[in-house]
């Protein structure tokens, strides 16, 4: 079982729409997540991280916690084509001082106008 | 600026050849991260370090080399038994809200 998960699509939503990205990982312990977005060539870039529970919101992003299902999402609304990216999931295995930072293989979107 | 720097942007190696990428940050991070991007992949763990003097195997390490002699600076060497070092190449550091990246190199084999 690889300790992050994700579907490589491609997902293509229609522009306006909402596009919803899943990601499952596989340590119970683990205490953070993050969703970055990486253009073809380019380095990601870091656009959400969520620690607790539940929902968090940034502008048009929503991130979706359940640590019961060991589960995190990311909902993008009003979808542009400028989102067509690439977009990774990475938790963080272990403790602060020795843990590790773990990517699943991403999630291809392509937003179409 | 605060950030990190990656250099250089493209390198060649020939075949037998060790090569050193370089990673520098300004952010006075403590963690430092190498990863390995192949073509429509994520990102492959090769080494990180949380601490100077300090660093552990990721999943694909055999083949490299890393050091940390100093907070700002963990520079990676791809050696000659790395059979299949063409890649792009991530370096990271990383504080609690998330891991920042550099710019990346492109390794070729020619």
């Known amino acids: 079982q690889k300790e992050v998960e994700q579907n490589s699509g491609p997902l293509s939503v229609p522009e306006g729409a909402i596009a919803s990205l899943n990601c499952t990982y596989s340590d119970r312990g683990s205490q953070s997540f993050f969703w970055y977005r990486q253009y073809s060539g380019k380095s990601p870039e870091l656009i959400m991280f969520?620690?607790?529970?539940g929902d968090k919101e940034d502008g048009r992003f929503t991130a979706q916690l359940n640590k019961a299902s060991q589960y995190v999402s990311l909902l993008i609304r009003d979808s542009q084509p400028s989102d067509s990216a690439t977009y990774l999931c990475?938790?963080?295995?272990?403790?602060?001082?020795?843990?590790?930072?773990?990517f699943g293989q991403g999630t291809t979107l392509q937003v179409k106008p | 600026d605060g950030g990190i720097t990656q250099s250089p942007k493209y390198l060649f190696r020939k075949e037998g050849q060790n090569v050193t990428l370089s990673c520098e940050q300004n952010l006075n991070h403590d963690a430092m991260y190498w990863y390995r991007q192949d073509p429509g992949q994520g990102l492959r763990l090769i080494y990180y370090s949380q601490i100077v003097n300090d660093f552990q195997k990721g999943d694909i390490a055999e083949g490299y080399s890393v050091s940390r002699e100093k907070k700002e600076s963990f520079p990676l060497t791809v050696t000659s038994a790395q059979k299949n070092p063409t890649a792009f190449y991530l370096c990271?550091?990383?504080?609690?809200?998330?891991?920042?990246f550099g710019q990346g190199t492109r390794l070729t084999v020619v």
């Open positions: 990475a938790v963080f295995h272990g403790s602060s001082n020795t843990g590790k930072l773990i």
């Open positions: 969520i620690y607790s529970n």
């Open positions: 990271a550091s990383s504080w609690r809200l998330g891991a920042f």
